[in-house]
């Protein structure tokens, strides 16, 4: 299918199914996790915090709450160290285990992520990037969705979807 590119907020996405990069606990975290959180309602937490905690390369789903989406992906994604320890299988595994909640999902027809990985975890963009678009084209949804916020993050997967695209030409 493909994958939209959209600069801005997950939160300001029209989806049925939203990902949060989540902490291992699934606590509300800070960043791009603590602002849907808080936009969730504290019942977002307080559904999610029993499920975990999670190992890195895993996901689950509650509900959204206060929020435009009817369901919230809780994706926890490894940290980057040198990229020769599990981190890239896991930072795949991560793409994986969100997208195959899918089969628990009946009318959900968009997804929206954000640009997993940035931040606190250190990921370089082309590398996550990569990793984030070639997953995604494997989608089982009619729409996805990547929402990037920052321009380095954007041109990154910019570049990755001409990569895969030229790829499959």
Do not use: C
Not at 120 to 138: F, G, K, N, T
Request: proline share 5%.
């Amino acid at each position: 299918m493909g994958i939209e590119l959209v600069f801005g907020s997950v939160l300001e996405v029209e989806a049925d199914v939203m990902v949060l990069s989540a902490h291992p606990t699934l606590i509300a975290g800070g960043g791009i996790s603590g602002v849907i959180h808080r936009a969730a309602s504290p019942g977002l937490e307080q559904l999610a915090k029993p499920l975990g905690p999670i190992k890195p390369g895993s996901a689950v789903m509650t509900e959204g709450f206060d929020m435009s989406v009817s369901k919230v992906i809780h994706a926890v994604a490894p940290r980057y160290f040198e990229g020769t320890i599990g981190e890239i299988e896991q930072l795949t595994s991560t793409y994986q285990s969100a997208l195959g909640l899918n089969v628990k999902l009946s009318s959900n027809q968009t997804i929206v992520f954000p640009a997993i990985r940035a931040g606190i975890y250190r990921w370089p963009s082309d590398i996550a990037s990569e990793i984030a678009v070639e997953q995604l084209l494997e989608s089982p949804y009619a729409r996805t969705i990547v929402a990037v916020s920052d321009t380095a993050n954007y041109k990154a997967y910019e570049a990755a979807s001409r990569i895969f695209t030229q790829d499959a030409n």
